[in-house]
């Protein structure tokens, strides 16, 4: 560290403070500084820090193929406020992209059934890893069942897992067979069956639930029945199934839907055409903890609603972005209850948000920049013709 005028772990937390297209400059230095800014230390640090002050957020649309990408923090400031596109590492695929979530400062890119090709993502650093999930489970004469996937990461392990559903139902109306498979980035994708899913999934409009440590569904122990919900929540860490408590909602003529806000469990219940409620569990696990962030009948966002969702609170904890529709955000003021539109220039007409932290978590091999893309493309190819035969007549939906 002579090049360094100061003792590392010092230096490292200084490191930690700054956004990550500053590191990558810094990293430029000298040996020293890649060394250290590339250490599991500092990337720890950092992500944390992040984490804990609610900063280098950022947010992926998502779209058919189509990914644009956009920093809340450069645009709160003003210094950067336009929507950029940026290269799909799954574009050269079959099927469409869906954006199965983030976490740790890695987005999980997956392509619709029965394609199955998985790819964990850092957008800022422009590296990826892919694998290919086998195709799940077809039961002849069962006709079409559900297949849900979910991402999370194991800090134990420190692995990143896809987890997967896959249901089938008969038509007197019995689970013929509902199972948990995780598939972990560590082991390649090897599939492991961790057990049975004894529930029913009330919707199969599902996002990316993942906090303290699991995901999480909207089930019912009998089908037909989304009045009478529960909360499951998979471990992925101790691949244990439990049930979180709900909060005490009016579950008369209500819509509701899952998602995440500052890390913490959220419900949202919409009241068709009066008003829009979202809770938020604060303290998980415990019911007496779940509290009424917002309950809003503001014409911009209850008028012609289908879906509604928290993205992430603004750096003065007084405001919360939400999305509705898949084709507007929102900037919702706590204090004054009102609701303004948010607009940025490049924006697409329609997408699916995710909230990302910026890192620089090395999810190692590959490279999404437009060089890559002839040799990407020949690859995929070779891997579809030995991967064809396994999904021909597939009939799960995703």
């Known amino acids: 560290m002579s090049d360094v005028p100061m003792p590392p772990d010092i230096l490292s937390q200084i490191l930690s403070w700054l956004p990550v297209s500053s590191l990558l400059k810094i990293r430029l230095v000298?040996?020293?500084f890649r060394t250290l800014?590339?250490?599991?230390?500092?990337?720890?640090?950092?992500?944390?820090?992040?984490?804990?002050?609610?900063t280098n957020n950022n947010l992926i649309f998502g779209g058919d193929r189509s990914l644009h990408f956009l920093n809340l923090d450069s645009c709160c400031t003003g210094t950067n406020n336009a929507v950029k596109k940026i290269d799909n590492p799954l574009y050269f695929a079959l099927y469409d992209t869906v954006i199965l979530g983030s976490c740790n400062g890695v987005v999980c890119l997956c392509t619709t059934e029965p394609d199955n090709e998985v790819a964990f993502w850092n957008p800022l650093v422009r590296k990826f890893r892919k694998m290919r999930l086998v195709p799940a489970k077809n039961i002849d004469g069962m006709g079409r069942g559900i297949c849900i996937k979910g991402f999370g990461y194991d800090?134990?392990?420190d692995d990143f897992k896809v987890v997967r559903l896959v249901q089938y139902v008969s038509l007197f109306n019995e689970l013929e067979y509902s199972k948990i498979e995780v598939f972990g980035a560590r082991s390649d994708g090897v599939r492991r069956e961790v057990g049975e899913f004894p529930y029913f999934l009330c919707y199969q409009r599902y996002f990316n639930v993942f906090a303290n440590g699991a995901l999480h569904w909207l089930v019912s122990e009998k089908p037909g029945r989304k009045g009478d919900f529960l909360i499951a929540a998979f471990d992925v860490t101790k691949d244990e199934l439990r049930l979180v408590p709900n909060p005490d909602i009016v579950k008369e003529n209500v819509k509701v839907d899952l998602a995440i806000l500052g890390g913490c469990v959220c419900m949202v219940c919409n009241y068709p055409k009066k008003n829009v409620d979202i809770w938020v569990m604060k303290s998980y696990g415990i019911?007496?903890?779940?509290?009424?962030?917002?309950?809003?009948?503001?014409?911009?966002?209850?008028?012609e609603l289908?879906?509604?969702?928290?993205?992430?609170?603004?750096?003065?904890?007084k405001e919360?972005?939400?999305?509705?529709?898949?084709?507007?955000?929102?900037?919702?003021?706590l204090e004054s209850k009102m609701a303004k539109r948010f607009k940025v220039a490049g924006m697409p007409r329609l997408f699916v948000t995710e909230l990302f932290t910026g890192s620089l978590v090395q999810v190692t091999v590959?490279?999404?920049?437009?060089n890559g893309k002839k040799k990407e493309k020949t690859?995929?190819?070779?891997?579809r013709k030995k991967d064809d035969f396994l999904s021909k007549g597939f009939r799960l939906v995703l």
């Open 30 to 32: 000298s040996k020293t």
């Open 320 to 333: 919360v972005l939400l999305e509705k529709n898949f084709q507007r955000l929102y900037w919702y003021n």
């Open 379 to 383: 690859e995929n190819k070779k891997e």
């Open 155 to 157: 800090h134990v392990k």
């Open 287 to 303: 019911q007496e903890s779940w509290s009424k962030l917002i309950s809003t009948s503001d014409v911009k966002l209850v008028g």
């Open 366 to 370: 590959g490279s999404a920049s437009k």
């Open 37 to 54: 800014i590339d250490s599991s230390y500092v990337i720890k640090l950092h992500i944390n820090h992040s984490l804990d002050t609610n």
């Open 306 to 317: 289908d879906f509604l969702r928290p993205i992430v609170y603004d750096k003065s904890g």
